[in-house]
């Protein structure tokens, strides 16, 4: 962690933007040691009488029972690997507080995307905290206000970066990381949380 950017202050959010939070040499092992090493799925989707595929790669690590539902489905914890334990280490010693689970999200380009949501599920319980690192290619993040379809601020998310997202923010604001034409590097994204009520 360099130094810290002030971001725009929104109404009932707390976002931390840290754009050089890791070092360049140790954001390049992590990308090329993770992207090799998870057992990286596809889960399809089943929305409106027809099966999608989700438009992204993903991998769902944590403490034993922490499952976890996103892409429609009941997600059991792959266990620690060393390197993501590690990781975990340092996001929770930035953030001060523990993280059981971490979604991995490989965008392998520019078609790869996440749509609008807020991460508010029940397990997480009230004002959950987000620690999401990038690293790899460049993404915009989008954020609008729960009920209004018009963006409000976004920001590039970049190679060994995190944003901490916390306090009110995921009752308040969705986010979204868009399809884009332009061309981008493969990207791996990873959320830690801390699944306070297991299902
Ligand atoms: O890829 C990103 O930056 C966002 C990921 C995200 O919103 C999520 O995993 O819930
Ligand atoms: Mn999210």
Request: glycine share 6%; hydrophobic share 35%.
């Amino acid at each position: 962690m360099l130094f810290h950017d002030p971001l725009p202050t929104l109404d009932n959010a707390e976002l931390d933007y840290f754009p050089d939070w890791l070092d360049r040499d140790t954001a390049d092992t992590w990308f090329e040691a993770l992207l090799a090493q998870t057992p990286w799925q596809q889960p399809e989707l089943f929305i409106h009488g027809r099966y999608h595929r989700t438009p992204r790669l993903t991998a769902w690590y944590g403490e034993p029972g922490a499952r976890y539902r996103y892409s429609g489905r009941l997600h059991e914890p792959l266990s620690w690997t060393p390197l993501l334990a590690e990781i975990r280490q340092r996001v929770e010693h930035q953030v001060g507080q523990p993280l059981n689970a971490v979604l991995l999200n490989y965008y392998r380009d520019g078609q790869d995307s996440m749509g609008w949501h807020n991460d508010a599920e029940p397990e997480l319980g009230r004002d959950p905290l987000i620690a999401s690192l990038s690293l790899g290619g460049c993404r915009r993040f989008d954020l609008r206000r729960v009920g209004s379809t018009r963006i409000e601020y976004s920001l590039t998310l970049a190679h060994a970066s995190l944003l901490v997202m916390r306090g009110p923010t995921q009752h308040h604001w969705q986010h979204q990381v868009a399809k884009t034409r332009q061309a981008c590097a493969p990207r791996l994204n990873l959320t830690f949380r801390l699944i306070r009520f297991p299902l």
